[in-house]
T-cell receptor
């Protein structure tokens, strides 16, 4: 059971370039999330998905897009990279519906620098 | 208004001592959940402990316990018998059940340093 995996681990982009951050989970979780963590700060929600085909914006969605064609995968797309998107990106997943903690489990993160 | 407040940017503790990391929260939702995550220098976010707003007893997980004081809206993390490996950032987070989805709001974190 790998949990939540993210690729790449590190990436440097030039301003205006595009890229996709990959996220896969093998826990059959229905909910998936993308967060960003700026230096010295907590995590902020970018986008989330409650199931395949359903996505919605979080707190800081501008400059990003997502899709969820399968339960397992939730890629995050940056179309025109800007220095303000320099951050560490975390993908997470949870199972909702059990009535319990619905704990979110996180991937190892992708450190992105835009120069 | 800040939903989650962690007022201690850094804490120091000696090995084998206990330490309390503070967390206060703000919500008008009667149903919510409180979480603590550990982030070591390697960067991953590790779930530690959960407390539901209707839970009668304080949550415990091994050396971690959550001192939940509902009336004061505080959810402090207590680490007993600190170990060198406990040195990390610690984040308190809250989920409000009635927002319609499982959104977590994070505090700014507390950096814990455990010395020998």
């Amino acid at each position: 059971n790998a949990g939540v995996t993210q690729t790449p681990k590190f990436r440097i982009l030039k301003i205006g370039q595009s890229m996709t951050l990959q996220c896969t989970q093998d826990m059959n979780h229905n909910y998936m999330y993308w967060y960003r963590q700026d230096p010295g700060m907590g995590l902020k929600l970018i986008y989330y998905s409650v199931g395949a085909g359903i996505t919605d914006k979080g707190e800081v969605p501008n400059g990003y897009n997502v899709s969820r064609s399968t339960t397992e995968d939730f890629p995050l797309r940056l179309e025109l990279a800007a220095p303000s998107q320099t951050s560490v990106y975390f993908c997470a997943s949870s199972y909702s519906g059990s009535g319990g903690a619905d704990t979110q489990y996180f991937g190892p993160g992708t450190r992105l620098t835009v120069l | 208004a800040q939903k989650i407040t962690q007022t201690q940017p850094g804490m120091f503790v000696q090995e084998k001592e206990a330490v309390t990391l503070d967390c206060t929260y703000d919500t008008s939702d009667p149903s919510y959940g409180l979480f603590w995550y550990k982030q070591p220098s390697s960067g991953e976010m590790i779930f530690l402990i959960y407390q539901g707003s209707y839970d009668q007893q304080n949550a415990t997980e091994g050396r971690y316990s959550l001192n939940f004081q509902k009336a004061r809206k505080s959810a402090n993390l207590v680490i007993s018998a600190s170990q060198l490996g406990d040195s990390a950032m610690y984040f308190c987070a809250m989920r409000e059940v009635n927002t319609g989805f499982q959104k977590l709001v994070f505090g700014t974190g507390t950096r814990l340093l455990v010395s020998p």
